[in-house]
């Protein structure tokens, strides 16, 4: 009999991946979301278009399932999460608490959060050759953003499901996820996929001139999206239940991120630095804890992960002639 989970946020980048990837390893899966998966057609056995903050649809969903994979949320790259927070906090608390409520109601046995590294404090990543973030780094507490407040406190609340209700909860603290089949452009896109946007752009245009905001030199880690799916999964089977950083530990600046994205697509850039949100200084994941719980940390290189990345992209922005191919300003930041 196959095991029955649900995948919250199924409709968007991470979750459609974990649909993938649980389906083939034989579960049954219930994807959840506000909205079916912009760029293909998912693989779940069951789908179901489902508001999260609403407590009745989060009871529906998680009906009959061993275990959650919790990650719907409001969110986007650095552009989107510094300028909305009322309505971030708002929906990603009702998201959160509804999800994990229902779920014990409804005798789910395991639970795992994804979290942010968006939780770790201002004040240690204010360099942009900060040291890597070890997970007790979150306190005393103060994430830049309401994104990051939410997500401590939902932290919070799984611990305390599981001490007060014996649930399995898991916590996961990503560190910038990219790939292909991610939001690229609207204002939501990360980092990566903006840069791969603006590049993509630049080369079918023929303008080399690419907007960055800051000055480029704040510095980050990235991972790419099969290790986060299968780091995802062996971190809900571990019996480990405090937050785990997920991330890579290979700190770029985004100027160095857009030098080796040009490489790849084999077209030279001029940078053009420009006011924006730049988020935190410096930020890079300390993997200490993974490789100890999991014997396991990331594997696939940023080079490799971003030359999948950008020709995926590349496709996309050659594929719609119905918006002007333009340079535009998006979010270059995380
Ligand atoms: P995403 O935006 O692609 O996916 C989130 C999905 O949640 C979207 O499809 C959205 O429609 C859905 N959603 C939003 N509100 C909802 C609601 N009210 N009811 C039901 N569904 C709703 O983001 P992602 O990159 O796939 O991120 C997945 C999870 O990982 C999120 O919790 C995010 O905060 C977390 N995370 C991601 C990153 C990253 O680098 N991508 C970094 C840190 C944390």
């Known amino acids: 009999m196959q095991k029955r989970v649900l995948v919250t946020g199924a409709g968007g980048f991470i979750g459609h991946h974990l649909v993938s990837y649980l389906t083939d390893l034989g579960y049954w899966v219930r994807g959840a979301d506000l909205k079916y998966p912009e760029f293909c057609t998912t693989r779940a056995s069951e789908f179901r278009i489902a508001d999260l903050r609403n407590v009745e649809s989060c009871k529906e969903v998680t009906a009959g399932v061993e275990m959650v994979f919790a990650l719907a ?17 708002h929906s990603n608390t009702l998201i959160n608490f509804n999800t994990l409520e229902a779920a014990r109601l409804n005798g789910v046995k395991r639970y795992l959060y994804t979290s942010s590294a968006c939780v770790y404090p201002e004040y ?20 830049q953003d309401a994104y990051g407040w939410e997500k401590l406190i939902t932290e919070r609340l799984c611990t305390h499901y599981r001490e007060d209700y014996g649930m ?28 791969c946007r603006k590049i993509a752009v630049a080369k079918l245009t023929g303008n080399p001139v690419i907007d960055i905001w800051g000055d ?16 995802l999964y062996k971190i809900m089977m571990s019996n480990f239940s405090q937050p785990l950083n997920l991330g890579q530990d290979r700190m770029v600046s985004i100027n160095q991120l857009a030098d080796m994205i040009s490489s790849i697509a084999g077209f030279p850039i001029k940078k053009r630095h420009v006011p924006g949100p730049i988020g935190v ?18 594997a696939v ?17 050659a594929a719609r002639p119905e918006k002007p191919i333009e340079p535009y300003i998006g979010a270059v930041a995380v």
């Open 216 to 231: 480029g030199e704040q510095t980050r880690s990235f991972c790419y999206i099969t290790d986060c799916v299968t780091g």
């Open 301 to 317: 290189s940023l080079e490799e992960g971003l030359r999948c990345t950008y020709d995926w992209i590349e496709s996309q922005v």
């Open 73 to 89: 949320a409001d969110m986007g790259g650095m552009g989107y999460i510094s300028s909305h927070h009322a309505c971030i906090l």
């Open 124 to 143: 240690r990543q204010l360099k942009i050759d900060v040291p890597a973030l070890r997970e007790e780094d979150a306190y005393p507490a103060a994430p």
């Open 281 to 298: 200084r410096g930020r890079n994941s300390d993997n200490t804890l993974l490789r100890e719980v999991l014997n396991w940390t990331p």
């Open 168 to 195: 399995e909860t898991r916590i996961v603290r990503f560190h910038n996820i990219f790939g292909p089949l991610g939001t690229w452009d609207g204002g939501r896109e990360k980092a990566p996929a903006a840069l």
